[in-house]
């Protein structure tokens, strides 16, 4: 999370906790914070599949096993 969202969110807590946090913030709220998980799902989903490209071995290299049996 970047400096700047991080500090909103502080206000907007703080805010909430007074009952004094409009309709507009709760929504610009929502909005900034969906879009962080979306981007953050992103990114750990291009890791996985990096990962898996590396873990699983391609159809040559078993056949080239199974020929060294």
């Not at 906790?17 to 929502?30: N, Q, R």
């Not at 996985?48 to 391609?58: F, G, S, Y």
């Amino acid at each position: 999370m970047s400096p700047d969202l991080t500090s909103k969110i502080t206000l907007w807590r703080a805010k909430a906790v007074e009952g004094t946090l409009t309709l507009e913030e709760m929504k610009e709220a929502i909005q900034l914070l969906r879009g962080e998980r979306v981007s953050a799902a992103q990114a750990s989903d291009k890791a996985r599949r990096t990962k898996a490209i590396k873990a699983i071995p391609t159809a040559d290299d078993l056949l080239k096993e199974l020929g060294e049996l």
